[in-house]
């Protein structure tokens, strides 16, 4: 089984060449930035929301090495659906397709999706990164945390961290075929492209769709529910689905709000510390995302109220048509923190900014 399944992922060892259909022809922008990490001995840990097209970033990396590398030297597998564990799949692969020690394979990549799914993948990665130092590693998960914690933990010093971003809306318009010049910025013709936007932001597989109902439904389906029922209850031991649905339907509904757990914790009634957990795992899986207010002191910032966006105004849109398009400035907001990966925002008093921007020890309100 173990064999059917790795010579189902890696085709290439008997055609040579990978289909048009994993490795897509529309290059997204990061993928520079994984070509050129090839060249690292690191391993790359690739992070993102779900269905915003890590897969076939892999997939596009490696009918880039089959130019010029031999097809045996490239493993793919995905350990989403998978029981297996990698030390067996990179056993298999030594004795049965490299049919020779790693030491003594030359160069080799290899490429593990979804890896949080594998039971001690940072202890197994660090043992072969460490004997190995001819393995190239190129990883991704869908969970920020996750990822962090056990990579900080176990390969210090040995991995480089990259989060792909939804897509953008430059990406959006070069997928649709639309030309777009910087005179066409502020034009009625590229206004109308940004609302169908912002209605499909971040996931590169309906870019064409127009049917809205199917939209809303494929987000739902895809991305929001495989967190909520899959993601957080595997890898967080969560059990109040029905919490995490209501806090969702919150942070979709109003995005930008300001969430005070005493408050929430009273109207839910629900336990605060159960509540805190609860929106930190959403933030971690990547489907929302938190701004701060912005004090000079770190922890005078923790202990503000924080602002909940979702990761993309799509996300709303998916939940309610009707609340997407009664707020588009709340829409164009979430676009905006999201785009700029915004982390603080200022208030005090009456007065309030939305976004506080720092770089290169400058303040920069928006």
Do not use: C
């Not at 189902?8 to 930035?33: C, D, M, Y």
């Not at 039971?119 to 869908?142: E, M, V």
């Not at 049917?211 to 439904?217: D, L, P, Q, T, V």
């Not at 408050?263 to 629900?270: K, Q």
């Amino acid at each position: 089984m173990l064999r059917e399944d790795i010579e189902r992922f890696n085709e290439w060892w008997f055609t040579g060449k990978i289909r048009k259909e994993l490795a897509l022809p529309f290059k997204r922008h990061v993928l520079s930035k994984i070509l050129e990490s090839l060249q690292d001995r690191q391993v790359l840990i690739i992070v993102g929301l779900r269905r915003i097209g890590k897969t076939t970033l892999l997939y596009q990396t490696i009918e880039k090495l089959l130019e010029k590398e031999e097809p045996v030297k490239i493993l793919y597998f995905s350990f989403e659906d998978s029981s297996y564990d990698i030390k067996e799949v990179l056993s298999f692969y030594e004795k049965y397709v490299l049919k020779k020690p790693f030491e003594e394979a030359g160069k080799v990549y290899i490429f593990f999706d979804e890896i949080h799914y594998a039971k001690n993948w940072s202890s197994a990665i660090k043992q072969f990164y460490d004997l190995y130092p001819n393995i190239k590693f190129l990883i991704s998960g869908s969970s920020s945390l996750l990822l962090s914690k056990e990579a900080f933990e176990k390969l210090a010093g040995r991995f480089f961290f990259l989060e792909v971003k939804p897509l953008t809306f430059l990406e959006f318009l070069e997928m649709r075929g639309i030309e777009f010049r910087e005179d066409d910025i502020y034009s009625r013709r590229i206004e109308a492209y940004f609302l169908d936007y912002l209605r499909k932001a971040g996931f590169p597989e309906i870019v064409d769709w127009g049917n809205e109902a199917k939209i809303a439904e494929y987000i739902r389906n895809s991305v929001i529910d495989k967190i909520i029922l899959k993601d957080i209850p595997l890898f967080f031991k969560t059990k109040d689905i029905v919490l995490m649905e209501k806090l969702v339907k919150i942070i979709l509904s109003n995005p930008g709000s300001m969430i005070n757990i005493n408050s929430l914790s009273r109207d839910l009634g629900e336990n605060k510390i159960t509540i805190s957990n609860y929106l930190k795992f959403l933030e971690a899986s990547l489907l929302v995302r938190t701004l701060s207010n912005f004090r000079p002191s770190a922890i005078s910032s923790s202990r503000k109220l924080k602002k909940f966006y979702p990761a993309a105004p799509s996300l709303t849109f998916s939940y309610s048509k009707e609340i997407f398009e009664r707020n588009l400035g709340l829409m164009l907001e979430t676009y905006v923190v999201n785009s700029l990966d915004a982390k603080y925002y200022f208030r005090k008093g009456k007065r309030e900014i939305d976004i506080i921007l720092t770089k290169d020890n400058k303040i920069i309100p928006m």
